[in-house]
């Protein structure tokens, strides 16, 4: 309620005409001032006329005028410069810490107002409460705010990349290798593959990279997939004994907890075999930074992204049966979404790192020529009149929900605003 207050009064929102103190004095909102997203008054450098005498200072705005006590803002002289206390109910009188009383205004918000927000933020039973005015939004809107939305979702996605990277002592070729690993995931095992990664250093693996064995056996074992009584047979039997030499000799220690969702999912999407894919891409070196920030096109990403497997994961899902029909690669689309969720992003950190804007406008044209992802949260827009045309634009999508509809950010998202503004202009 008062995050809702704190954007009326930021947005100006309020019932405009017949404004008052709680004890009769006219009041006008010059500047209503600077949201504080810090501690302190809520708004500070307002200016506000009282009676006709302009008074410059802060604004603190509480649901309740008991609030300013039982927040301890009467013993604290921060608070003394607050020259209007906007409340919903004025349940007491405040003073300033020397006494003196500080105005109080009572903010007139129609309640439908209050009703379609909490409409908007409070329905968990209907999966995009916005989506019938979503409709009437003019396109020219709608869609700067998600050119906005997917250029904070590449971003958030540089940023973690260089989060990855602080971790492994500035060197870009492993954040590289933990990037792909954690794509290799596909969301599903995302946290699983980075951990995997993070657990065995290139330099070590660069040790052994003459022999596939050898990295299939240190990353099989780091990952507890050879644990599994279903890990049967010669290859898997030899597969632990090196792991058992390799992990001796390095002093290795399995991540625990390692949790690998498999349930509901096709062969395909098992980690096995994409966890010998990513044992392929280790095989005579790591090298593969020069290449990612390369990529132009999905055709460059299929060359890159289909390393040569070991004979047993070329007919294999898992450690089960032989498959009769030879196991296909990736999907195109499989290699979209790789791109998408690793190749991009380190092309974008990589040029925001170095300053070459060259490097990220080729991060955002290859994500514009790669096809619309399908998803549930695509089709969920795509119901409410969005439809999208490119990787871009379901990046964009997918930031919107998740960053801010499934987090009820319904006051920070354009089109939430624009919604709220306009109901606002009508009851008034």
Not at 314 to 329: I, K, R
Request: hydrophobic fraction near 40%.
């Amino acid at each position: 309620m008062e995050r809702l207050m704190q954007y009326i009064w930021q947005h100006r929102l309020w019932i405009q005409h017949n404004l008052s103190t709680v004890d009769g004095r006219r009041v006008r909102i010059l500047d209503p001032g600077r949201l504080n997203t810090d501690s302190g008054p809520d708004f500070f450098n307002a200016k506000i006329a009282i009676d006709g005498h302009t008074w410059a200072g802060d604004v603190e705005i509480h649901v309740r005028a008991s609030d300013w006590h039982r927040h301890g803002h009467d013993g604290d002289r921060a608070y003394d410069s607050v020259i209007l206390h906007v409340v919903d109910r004025d349940d007491t009188i405040i003073h300033r810490s020397n006494g003196e009383l500080i105005p109080q205004m009572r903010m007139p918000c129609q309640p439908q107002f209050r009703e379609h927000y909490n409409m908007l933020v409070s329905r968990s039973d209907i999966d995009l409460p916005c989506a019938t005015e979503l409709r009437s939004i003019p396109a020219l809107h709608s869609g700067a705010w998600l050119d906005s939305l997917a250029y904070e979702r590449l971003y958030d996605k540089a940023e973690r990349i260089e989060s990855i990277l602080r971790r492994t002592n500035g060197d870009w070729e492993s954040a590289a290798f933990v990037t792909i690993a954690r794509s290799l995931g596909f969301g599903t095992n995302g946290d699983p593959f980075e951990r995997l990664a993070m657990s065995l250093p290139l330099v070590l693996i660069g040790k052994h990279s003459d022999s596939l064995t050898s990295i299939e056996a240190l990353l099989f074992g780091q990952s507890g997939l050879l644990d599994d009584p279903r890990a049967f047979g010669p290859y898997a039997d030899r597969l632990r004994q090196e792991y058992r030499y390799l992990a001796h000799k390095f002093g290795l220690k399995r991540p625990e907890g390692m949790i690998w969702k498999m349930s509901r999912m096709r062969p395909a999407g098992f980690p096995h075999r994409r966890i010998a894919t990513l044992a392929a891409m280790l095989f005579g070196g790591f090298r593969m930074l020069a290449a990612i920030l390369e990529t132009e096109s999905l055709d460059d990403a299929v060359r890159l992204f289909s390393p040569d497997l070991s004979p047993f994961w070329n007919c294999h899902y898992n450690f089960g049966a032989e498959q009769q029909a030879a196991v296909s690669a990736f999907s195109r689309a499989s290699v979209a979404g790789l791109v998408i969720n690793s190749v991009i992003p380190l092309q974008m950190a990589y040029g925001l790192t170095h300053d070459d804007n060259s490097l990220c406008d080729r991060a955002v044209e290859l994500l514009h020529t790669l096809p619309p992802e399908k998803n549930s949260i695509v089709t969920l827009f795509e119901r409410a009149g969005i439809k999208a045309s490119d990787a871009f634009m379901t990046q964009a999508l997918i930031q919107l929900r998740r960053n801010y509809c499934e987090t009820h950010k319904c006051l920070y998202c354009r089109i939430g605003h624009r919604m709220l503004a306009a109901l606002s202009r009508r009851e008034d």
